[in-house]
């Protein structure tokens, strides 16, 4: 589906591939510019419909109801304060043809007006937030094998929308907190001497996994109105399948953080160091033990992807095409958002996840100007933070709720001393130099190291 306002052109897709590969012909990546006056266009037509949404609330516990769809727009509102939302577009077309191929299909959609958009979010997910808008993370699209893979998410997210699961489920709470049960339970705790906070503690995280287990119902049904959208498409419904199959281990990155960083930062002039590794012990430094399976479990809003696939197998039946809108384009957006993705957590502050992410991709290409740029880039930037006493500001701290091998490298970062830094930036760029010079993100970042280290 198209946007509220028409987009020039500011982007032409890249023909091929092996083209665009920053270390393959010499090409360096160069991030997009965000399109900040589409932004601000889109956002304003948002918030109109927003408030005539929230205008047209029933009056029956609507104080209850304004601050529910207040804290849906705070999120909303924040996609687009954070140029979350990606204006290149050729990308834009790109999912609007997907979005097109699946209402040409089924034209009773047309009748909803939803929005697609990708969002340059490294997280593999993709959402419908409200007021219409589904978002589709470019750290999912940059997992996926196939244009029907894709539609069939996006399928996903549009029966959100169309049974309106968002908004049952606030009616629902709203009508559990106003229901006499709740009330009588909210005026005891009032009413008692001693723990308070925690009788409401208790009672607030049993209605908030009350909540959880009823998005999981959620689930099972966009999955099987969504492949019935599907169904009418040129797409290959086994799609469905094998997206679920990706999303159930797609959590899982198995990257070694510790080989990664010690081949990356270990120059002949200054060696790794076994400490910089070294978890700290102790009440203060040590993590709060959880057990992961536990973790995993209490966190889940979706209902298992094996059981997920066991319900949707017996609906798959017919052929088609794995792709019907652009494979070529779909191959060029993957690569382009894995670069994407790693600017996009720098320029949001994100330092930690936007160096596990350059890692990652450095480990496939050791030789790319932009990461080689990015690894200087991101090491001066926490020398920096350090020395202005901020690093908490751009460095997650390791915790359990992390996976191991990133909690490796946020206990790196915070291992590091100011001279540690200085000297990981210079001693990594310089084999660099002046071979890279060419490059303007690397003259600079390398220019920058040998300031730091004088």
């Not at 999955?223 to 281990?249: N, W």
């Not at 290409?365 to 880039?377: E, F, I, N, W």
Request: charged letters at 25%.
């Amino acid at each position: 589906m198209h946007p509220f306002l028409p987009r020039p052109v500011i982007l032409t897709i890249f023909c091929t591939l092996t083209g665009f590969l920053a270390g393959a012909q010499g090409k360096e990546f160069s991030p997009t510019a965000e399109d900040a006056s589409l932004l601000t266009s889109l956002y304003n037509n948002y918030q109109r419909h927003y408030q005539e949404e929230v205008d047209n609330l029933p009056s029956r516990n609507k104080k209850d109801f304004r601050e529910l769809y207040a804290d849906r727009w705070k999120n909303i509102k924040e996609k687009f304060d954070k140029q979350e939302i990606y204006t290149a577009a050729s990308a834009q077309d790109y999912l609007d043809a997907l979005a097109e191929e699946i209402v040409k299909a089924n034209p009773s959609l047309r009748e909803y007006p939803f929005h697609c958009y990708f969002s340059r979010s490294y997280v593999p997910n993709a959402s419908y937030i409200g007021e219409g808008i589904i978002l589709f993370d470019m750290g999912l699209f940059d997992r996926l094998d196939n244009e029907s893979q894709a539609v069939f998410i996006l399928c996903h997210e549009i029966a959100h929308y169309i049974l309106r699961h968002q908004e049952n489920s606030m009616n629902k709470y709203v009508t559990m907190m106003n229901s006499e049960e709740v009330q009588s339970q909210l005026r005891k705790i009032k009413g008692a001497e001693y723990h308070q906070k925690q009788q409401l503690d208790q009672l607030v995280k049993g209605l908030s996994f009350d909540s959880r287990r009823h998005s999981r119902d959620h689930e099972a049904q966009a999955d099987s109105m969504g492949v019935q959208l599907m169904r009418h498409t040129s797409f290959d419904l086994t799609g469905a399948l094998t997206a679920l199959g990706l999303l159930d281990s797609i959590d899982k990155v198995s990257f070694n953080t510790e080989v990664s960083l010690q081949q990356t930062f270990n120059a002949a002039a200054y060696p790794f160091k076994k400490k910089w590794l070294k978890k700290e012990e102790g009440l203060l430094g040590g993590h709060t033990h959880i057990k992961e399976e536990e973790m995993s479990d209490s966190l889940k809003t979706h209902p298992s992807c094996p059981m997920r696939i066991k319900l949707l197998a017996p609906m798959i039946s017919g052929t088609g095409r794995r792709y019907v809108v652009d494979s070529v384009k779909f191959e060029t957006l993957k690569e382009m958002f894995r670069y994407e993705a790693i600017e996009y957590a720098y320029v949001s502050d994100e330092y930690t996840e936007s160096l596990f992410l350059t890692l990652q991709l450095l480990k496939e290409r050791p030789s790319d100007v932009y990461l080689v740029a990015q690894t200087g880039r991101l090491l001066n930037g926490f020398y920096q933070a350090q020395k202005e006493h901020r690093l908490s500001k751009v460095a997650d701290l390791p915790s359990p709720g992390y996976p191991a091998n990133y909690n490796l490298l946020l206990q790196f970062v915070q291992n590091l001393y100011l001279e540690d830094l200085a000297s990981l930036s210079y001693y990594y760029l310089s084999p660099w130099h002046p071979q890279l010079d060419h490059s303007t993100a690397f003259k600079k970042v390398y220019d920058e190291s040998v300031k730091i280290i004088k």
